[in-house]
């Protein structure tokens, strides 16, 4: 580990010279807690889906009883390689499915349950949409994850120790059927099971088991122990969001920290834990016809991606196919508008040809020209007070910065300033707090010849990844 980790830095310091006035500087000590590896893949996936399918398809329901007859769940022309096309296509990394909701019908045929795509009628009750949609993901180049509800209101063992080994049954059927997954979703909403008891759950034993069965997923629920819920399900992060998070003294469900705890996490928190912005692209979780003409628009959806992996969040945007089992024209509709503002909105960075110019630590300033942004790790700009100045080859109009932390050192920036200047006048301020995996400013769009980034306030050195400008449409800035 150690032998890596000095090959890593020996890259980082390399690149650094090659493209700068200054010699290279010692690396900065970590800002302790730092996200694991795999916490840190997950920071860069930023969007992906999630898939709400099951009986509440075809019952119209969002929260079935559990006493549906499995017959209810008939798609007609189920096809998992659309979905998983279309979320290709979209732009999305991954698409985390509900292969069991709180109805407790199993998508796969669970030999722990008698609810299951194998009582229904569905392909003479052969069929396996988790193994169906598995398959699509790794045929479309996507990653998979399952949410499985700990809430089960068909089992009848529910309420009773017993049920805590169907839980750690079940989790190890579709992890080792259906993996490797890269998360894992505990849902939090818990009630009455069929026999009106509620679940005592074992979570410290689904946790050694999950990291066990799947060392390489993430694992979300309210408190982690990865990844946080982020407190809504609307999608939008806070818009001061640390990556960190106390747990000690709070469970999942209703004894979770307070919900603007979870939105804007714990500036000393103990616990690396983002926080996931999951929200659906229709009113509801599972499909309703009478929503069809309630599908959220493309600019809202970019909008939601600027208050989500704008806010240094990622966006878990729900997709729910219909009673065919295919994802709706007008959703996918919406989506290729969202992926098509994106790319467009993104594809010229202004700040392509900067000059910088920044203090190091030894208080010496530093004057680099970036080529296409970084080509080195990050730049460590120093502590709070400093001054970072931005000079792009050609001036030009701007309505967007991206500014990125080079988080696997930890998350250091609490408050800083963009001054966007023309000649010496400075003509507009922007002002923000954190900025973590990502953070995206859009104001009115305003001529700039520099910009000067003030660090206000931080933890200790302000490490950045990227730093980009952007003219995106005017009607996709952020209200
Ligand atoms: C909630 C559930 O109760 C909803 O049905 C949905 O699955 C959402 C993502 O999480 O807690």
């Known amino acids: 580990m150690k032998k890596i980790s000095c090959i890593f830095l020996w890259f980082a310091f390399a690149g650094f010279a090659c493209n700068s006035s200054s010699q290279p500087e010692e690396a900065p000590a970590a800002i302790e807690p730092v996200p694991t590896p795999q916490q840190l893949a997950w920071h860069d996936l930023e969007f992906y889906w999630f898939i709400h399918f099951g009986p509440n398809t075809f019952t119209n329901k969002e929260w079935g009883l559990g006493d549906e007859p499995a017959e209810a769940f008939n798609p007609t022309a189920l096809d998992c390689n659309q979905w998983?096309?279309?979320?290709?296509?979209?732009?999305?990394?991954?698409?985390?499915?509900?292969?069991?909701?709180?109805?407790?019908?199993?998508?796969?045929?669970?030999?722990?349950?008698?609810?299951?795509?194998?009582?229904?009628?569905w392909k003479d009750g052969k069929g396996d949409v988790v193994k169906d949609l598995s398959e699509a993901c790794k045929a479309n180049g996507l990653l998979f994850g399952i949410y499985l509800s700990p809430w089960d209101r068909n089992h009848p063992d529910y309420g009773t120790p017993e049920y805590n080994d169907v839980y750690v049954n079940t989790m190890t059927e579709v992890v080792t059927n259906y993996g490797p997954l890269f998360e894992f979703w505990w849902d939090g909403a818990n009630g009455e099971g069929p026999n009106g008891k509620k679940q005592v759950y074992d979570f410290h034993r689904f946790e050694r088991e999950i990291r066990k069965l799947a060392p390489d997923a993430v694992v979300f629920s309210d408190i982690g122990p990865d990844i946080r819920w982020v407190g809504n399900e609307r999608?939008?992060?806070?818009?001061?969001?640390?990556?960190?998070?106390?747990?000690?003294?709070?469970?999942?469900?209703?004894?979770?920290?307070?919900?603007?705890?979870?939105?804007?996490?714990?500036?000393?928190?103990?616990?690396?834990?983002?926080?996931?912005?999951?929200?659906?692209?229709?009113?509801?979780?599972?499909?309703?016809?009478?929503?069809?003409?309630?599908?959220?628009?493309?600019?809202?959806?970019?909008?939601?991606?600027?208050?989500?992996?704008?806010?240094?969040?990622?966006?878990?945007?729900?997709?729910?196919?219909?009673?065919?089992?295919?994802?709706?024209?007008?959703?996918?509709?919406?989506?290729?508008?969202?992926?098509?503002?994106?790319?467009?909105?993104?594809?010229?960075?202004?700040?392509?040809?900067?000059?910088?110019t920044y203090t190091q630590k030894s208080g010496k300033p530093v004057t680099t020209q970036f080529d296409n942004g970084f080509n080195q790790d990050y730049i460590n700009t120093g502590g709070a007070e400093n001054v970072i100045t931005i000079k792009p080859a050609k001036e030009g109009s701007i309505n967007c910065i991206i500014l990125k932390e080079y988080i696997a050192l930890g998350q250091s920036i609490k408050q800083f300033k963009c001054l966007l200047k023309n000649g010496d006048n400075v003509v507009k301020t922007l002002e923000g707090t954190t900025i973590g995996h990502k953070r995206i400013l859009s104001f009115d769009t305003t001529p700039v010849t520099s910009v000067d980034i003030i660090i206000e306030d931080a933890k200790g050195n302000a490490l950045f990844s990227d730093i980009a400008a952007y003219r995106i449409s005017d009607q996709l800035i952020e209200r």
């Open 84 to 121: 998983a096309q279309i979320a290709k296509q979209s732009g999305a990394k991954g698409i985390i499915l509900t292969a069991k909701h709180h109805d407790g019908f199993c998508l796969w045929p669970s030999q722990y349950s008698k609810h299951t795509v194998r009582e229904s009628k």
């Open 235 to 356: 999608g939008i992060a806070g818009a001061t969001n640390w990556n960190l998070l106390d747990t000690a003294g709070f469970t999942r469900g209703a004894g979770a920290p307070p919900r603007d705890t979870l939105n804007q996490g714990n500036v000393n928190g103990k616990n690396w834990m983002p926080a996931e912005c999951d929200v659906s692209i229709r009113p509801g979780w599972f499909y309703h016809a009478e929503e069809d003409d309630k599908v959220k628009t493309p600019e809202q959806l970019f909008d939601l991606y600027l208050k989500s992996v704008g806010r240094g969040s990622t966006l878990l945007l729900n997709v729910p196919p219909d009673r065919r089992g295919l994802i709706h024209a007008n959703d996918s509709a919406a989506l290729m508008g969202f992926k098509k503002y994106r790319d467009e909105s993104f594809s010229d960075n202004l700040f392509k040809n900067m000059s910088i």
